[in-house]
């Protein structure tokens, strides 16, 4: 089968290989991988970038979010059948340390996750265990289903905020995180939206005006502060959502919030300047978490068929396994807001 492969533990270094198809295990399923997303996860393992809990094994298969259709189940597996349309999990606990006893297995530290600790989605087939595979209700398409780990992320991020009809957010980053926290939080009935970008992301603010952000804010032209603060009558956003992927956003952050203000912060970088009175000052709560759990994975779903989110309207780019490169060069070029490899 056909499946992109970091070959080398060098920044940069990838092929397009025919690999054999793997054989499920008893407790297995495998997936023929129907819609696959590319994500700043894989980016920066592909660069080298990436500093997670574990090395990344080489040669892997990279890819860790996805939709399919099962093709194949280990002889232990009852939830579903060779046809069922999944959407997949993508980090496994180790079951028995104390995070993962008490329900945290995304603070596992001795996690697995798919396309990072072994072999994932950007092949034809994949094999994962039966526990991570999700069967898609009617009416939830494979392009859809396939920003379901983002979509779970924004789930996780939505139970810590918990936003309230009326308030506002500003979302820093109009990327697939960000985009998915805008329908989410409207769907919540939040009533101020604002996304803030750069320069860079004008196809993405076209798509965060299409998907029903009441304002956008280039911070390459204006200041962000000021905007946000003339938008909100002076009191600033009572949710800020950080999906922005740079340490420069902190420079700013705490003073988009509102006092008593909520912020969710995604912090994909090991530093950032941050001034804690400003915290103290205006009473501000920070929740950071990583990965998250089934319940978010399941009402990501439900948010999918219910129609109050689509992953669809992020894809504007889609490429063959083999057109690896071209896909790599419009993520990092911010062309798209998710880039899709479709079979
Ligand atoms: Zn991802
Ligand atoms: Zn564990």
């Not at 999944?86 to 104390?98: D, F, K, N, R």
């Not at 297995?105 to 034809?124: P, Q, R, V």
């Not at 950071?288 to 504007?316: C, N, P, Q, Y």
């Amino acid at each position: 089968m056909k499946a992109i492969v970091k070959t080398e533990d060098r920044p940069g270094s990838y092929a397009v290989l025919d690999v054999p198809i793997p054989d499920p295990g008893p407790g297995d399923v495998l997936v023929e991988m129907k819609a696959m997303g590319l994500c700043y996860t894989d980016v920066s393992i592909l660069n080298g970038q990436y500093r997670g809990r574990k090395p990344v094994p080489v040669p892997m298969v990279m890819g860790h979010e996805g939709a399919g259709v099962v093709a194949k189940i280990g002889e232990k597996v009852r939830s579903v059948n060779a046809g069922t349309l999944v959407g997949l999990e993508a980090l496994s606990g180790c079951g028995v340390c104390h995070n993962c006893r008490n329900g945290d297995k995304n603070m596992c530290s001795n996690w697995d996750h798919l396309g990072i600790t072994y072999d994932g989605t950007f092949a034809e087939y994949v094999r994962v265990p039966e526990r991570l595979v999700h069967p898609l209700p009617a009416g939830v398409e494979l392009a859809d289903a396939a920003v379901l780990e983002p979509l779970s992320l924004v789930a996780r991020s939505l139970e810590h905020l918990k936003p309230f009809v009326g308030e506002s957010a500003a979302i820093i980053g109009p990327g697939s995180v960000g985009l998915l926290h805008l329908q989410a939080l409207r769907a919540a009935g939040v009533s101020k939206t604002i996304v803030i970008g750069l320069d860079v992301d004008a196809t993405r603010f076209e798509i965060a005006e299409r998907l029903g952000a009441t304002h956008v804010v280039n911070a390459s032209r204006e200041n962000p502060v000021e905007t946000v603060m003339k938008i909100t009558e002076g009191r600033g956003a009572d949710m800020v959502i950080e999906a922005a992927s740079s340490p420069k956003v902190w420079d700013y952050l705490l003073d988009l919030a509102a006092a008593r203000g909520r912020i969710s912060t995604f912090g994909l970088y090991p530093e950032s300047s941050f001034n804690p009175l400003k915290l103290l000052r205006s009473g501000l709560t920070i929740y950071g978490d990583v990965a998250f759990l089934e319940r978010h994975f399941m009402r990501a779903i439900e948010w999918l068929a219910s129609g109050k989110v689509s992953g669809r309207a992020l894809i504007t780019k889609r490429f063959r396994l083999e057109d690896a490169g071209e896909a790599f060069g419009a993520f990092q070029a911010r062309e798209t807001v998710k880039c899709l490899f479709e079979r």
